[in-house]
């Protein structure tokens, strides 16, 4: 139980293009969802948390306009990466919890590169 | 004071050895200590975890350690086994916003 997908795995796209990211909580609710970014051999950043029918609540120094995180489910998060510059090469992972909240469930990740 | 202190950075452990890593926290209002196991280009994965109010839980061939006092946690792995080898992370949260504050990860690499 508590699987989370995201689509696509990974994603090549030119500079100034959007890449939309989803995240999928496969067989439960998920009332609060995460997105964090990843850099190469470094740790987990947590870039905003979402609540299904709520704004998101961004970490401090991350740009709101430019990472769009929408949670219009119980089951469905989706993080868009507008106007992609190459500095946004990175690996995007999302989490998602229930109830309580305090277990999350991490989602496989998406390799973004921007080209 | 939200910084989770890991260490070591990476280790190195014979098959069949015991793998042992270390987090210190600062923040007392922290109340959940859990270990992700990651593998190279995946998601991190929920190994086991542990609330203040126990000192050691124990799944399968992993061991948690918590010192409330000395406010530190330890993964320990019994019977290190190639397959196990990853990069580890523990993270703590505080129930007011559950956000996970991860460790700097240790990456461990278990030789056959």
């Known amino acids: 139980g508590a699987v989370v997908s995201q689509h696509p795995s990974r994603v090549i796209c030119k500079s100034g293009t959007s890449v939309k990211i989803e995240c999928r909580s496969l067989d439960f609710q998920a009332t609060t969802m995460f997105w964090y970014r990843q850099f190469p051999k470094k740790s987990l950043m947590l870039m905003a948390t979402s609540n299904e029918g709520s704004k998101a609540t961004y970490e401090q120094g991350v740009e709101k306009d430019k990472f769009l995180i929408n949670h219009a489910s119980l089951t469905l998060s989706t993080l868009t990466v507008t106007s992609a510059h190459p500095e946004d090469s990175s690996f995007y992972i999302c989490?998602?919890?229930w109830g309580r909240g305090e277990t999350q469930y991490f989602g496989p990740g998406t390799r973004l590169l921007v080209l | 004071q939200q910084q989770v202190k890991q260490s070591p950075q990476s280790l190195i452990v014979q098959k069949g050895g015991i793998s042992i890593i270390n987090c210190a926290y600062e923040n007392t209002a922290f109340d959940y200590f859990p270990w992700y196991q990651q593998f190279p280009g995946k998601g991190p994965a929920l190994l086991i975890a542990?609330?203040?109010?126990?000192s050691e839980k124990k799944e399968g061939r992993f061991t948690i350690s918590f010192n409330k006092s000395a406010k530190q946690f330890s993964l320990h792995i019994m019977d290190s086994q190639p397959g196990d080898s990853a990069t580890y992370f523990c993270?703590?949260?505080?129930?007011?916003?559950?956000?996970?504050?991860f460790g700097t990860g240790t990456l461990l690499a278990v030789q056959p």
């Open positions: 542990i609330r203040p109010d126990v």
């Open positions: 993270a703590a949260s505080y129930g007011a916003t559950n956000k996970l504050i």
């Open positions: 989490s998602a919890s």
